[in-house]
C-alpha cells in the first residue's frame, strides 16, 4: 500500500462518519502522484485553478465518469465557462456577478452544478467571501432568479485560534439558511469542523505530503 493510501484510510478512520466527504486537494501535485488514490476508489478531488486543473484532469475525468472535481479557489468570472465545463462542484461563489455567469453558462452547457457560498465569516479585508449582512439576499437571488443549486456555505476561517467559534457560527447560517452541506475545515482543522457538522473538508497536505 502506497504512503498516500495510507494517510488515506487514516483520516477516514479518524473521521469516522459517511456523512463526511472528504475532497482531496490536489493543487500544484503532478497526477503521477495523485493517481493511487484515484485508481483506490476516492472520487472527491479539489483544485484552487482552473487551468492547471484542465491540464490535470480532463482526460482523466473522461476515463473515471463517477470522479467528482471541486473548485475550491477564487474562481475569476473569466474563466466560469471553462469552471462549468470542468467542474461539478464550485466552493467560492461570493459575489452576484459570478453567480449570474455560472447560471448562464450551466444553461449553455446543458449542466447543473452544485455550488457553496463562501462566507467572509471573519469579516477580513483581504479575504473573498460574502459580507456576512448580504448573505440572505445573495442566497435568496441565487435560487429565486438564478435557479442555481446551493447546497451549503463555505468559509477559510482566520487564523487566530478560534476556529471553532468560526466553525460553530457557519453551523448556524447554514441551518437558518436550511442548507444541508458544510464545507469547512483544511488538513490543520478538520476534526474541529466535523464538530460543528461540516460534510465536506478539504484535505491536502495531510494526504499527499507538504507542498513545494
Excluded at 463517477?66 to 469552471?83: F, R, T, V
Excluded at 464550485?90 to 449570474?100: C, E, M, R, T, Y
Excluded at 469579516?123 to 451549503?152: H, P, R, T, V
Aim: net charge positive; proline share 3%.
Amino acid at each position: 500500500m502506497s504512503p498516500i493510501i495510507k494517510r488515506f484510510e487514516n483520516i477516514k478512520s479518524l473521521i469516522n462518519n459517511s456523512n463526511v466527504k472528504i475532497v482531496a486537494v490536489t493543487k500544484t501535485f503532478e497526477y503521477n502522484l495523485i493517481k493511487p488514490l484515484v485508481e483506490h476508489g476516492h472520487n472527491h478531488f479539489g483544485e484552487n485553478k482552473v487551468q492547471e486543473a484542465q491540464a490535470k484532469w480532463a482526460v482523466v475525468k473522461k476515463e473515471y465518469p463517477d470522479l467528482n472535481l471541486h473548485m475550491i479557489g477564487k474562481l475569476q468570472s473569466n474563466k466560469a465557462k471553462e469552471a462549468v465545463l470542468l467542474f461539478d462542484y464550485i466552493h467560492s461563489v461570493d459575489n452576484p456577478k459570478l453567480a449570474g455567469l455560472l447560471s448562464k453558462h450551466e444553461t449553455n452547457a446543458g449542466k447543473k452544478l452544485k455550488y457553496f457560498i463562501q462566507v467572509n465569516i471573519g469579516n477580513e479585508k483581504q479575504k473573498s467571501g460574502m459580507a456576512l449582512d448580504q448573505l440572505d439576499d445573495f442566497y435568496n437571488y441565487c435560487i429565486n432568479e438564478l435557479k442555481i443549486k446551493i447546497i451549503g456555505l463555505m468559509a477559510i476561517p482566520p487564523n487566530d485560534g478560534q476556529e471553532s467559534m468560526y466553525f460553530k457560527n457557519l453551523m448556524q447560517l447554514n441551518k437558518t439558511l436550511g442548507l444541508k452541506e458544510l464545507s469547512m475545515g483544511m488538513s490543520g482543522d478538520f476534526k474541529e469542523a466535523i464538530k460543528f457538522e461540516s460534510t465536506y473538508v478539504r484535505i491536502g497536505s495531510y494526504i499527499f505530503g507538504n507542498r513545494i
